[in-house]
């Protein structure tokens, strides 16, 4: 057994009076995918901000690399990865000597960062466009490429605050792709995703966060387990209709929750639940029997969801 990667005990982030992270604990192990889920605003920025040396903390304890980054943050980040929320890209230069810049800042010579250049263009797909200048990049290209220079100094741990947030599905589908393959070199991901599917892609261990809390951890499908039903039946009503008729679905199922013009029925066999649902009288729109996920564990543990 190898000791954590980072480890947090009663972590706070204070600004003023208001808390946006509220002593928290958890660690992250050495290869592994961790994630922070929740919405915006739950604290998973402020709490990788302070993993990332670039913000003290309030409170509390924390070691990252077995070091306290508040004091030892020059050495922590010489040691990090870092993919921000938004790509800060130089635009005027090319694909290329954007990563070249960025390794000079880490000291590496400059032949064996040609080298490795030439590996990390071939890793994010883009060895065809090491030329072009940045400015006439994809957004799913100039991800890639943000997540290629993070690679530069072969990070210990790599972090990444929202890495597809504005991608379309397939610029979001390729880039889950290149972060698999970081996964099985053995690199540890640490991450923060509003998405359900991303975090349940890419995580082998999460926590949930709301309002500067940990509301829960464990892996997507331990939680899955313990919050919710295997299935759950969707069913879309005409607007203004599901609350007035959510009292009539009550057992259908374990559990129902009504969500803006949907009635949503927790079970554990969904096809059995949809039958009962069309002979008891009621008329939905539509009904969709599908898997439980993340989404569901975060309404059920605060009832609401995660884009809210």
Known sequence: MTDPLIVARDLEKRFGHFTAVARIDFEVLAGEAFGFLGPNGAGKSSTMRMIGATSSRSG???????????????????????VPQEDNLDLELSVADNLFVYGRYFG????????????????????ERAGDRVDDLSGGMKRRLTI?????????????????????????????????DLRHQGVTLVLTTHYMEEAEQLCDRLVVMDKGRIIAHGSPRQLIERYVTKEVVELRFPPGQAPLIAHRASALAQRVETVADRILLYTEDGDATADHVASSGLSPASTIVRRAGLEDVFLSLTGRHLVD
């Open 108 to 127: 590496i010579g400059r032949k064996v960062l040609k080298n490795r250049i030439a590996d990390l263009l071939e890793f994010a797909r883009l060895s």
């Open 60 to 82: 509390g304890d924390l070691r990252v690399l077995g070091k306290d980054p508040d004091h030892d943050g020059p050495a922590i980040r010489a040691r990090l990865g870092v």
């Open 148 to 180: 290629a220079r993070s690679l530069v100094n072969e990070p210990a741990l790599l972090l990444l605050d929202e890495p597809t947030t504005g991608l379309d599905p397939q610029a979001r589908h390729l880039l889950w792709d290149r972060l698999f």
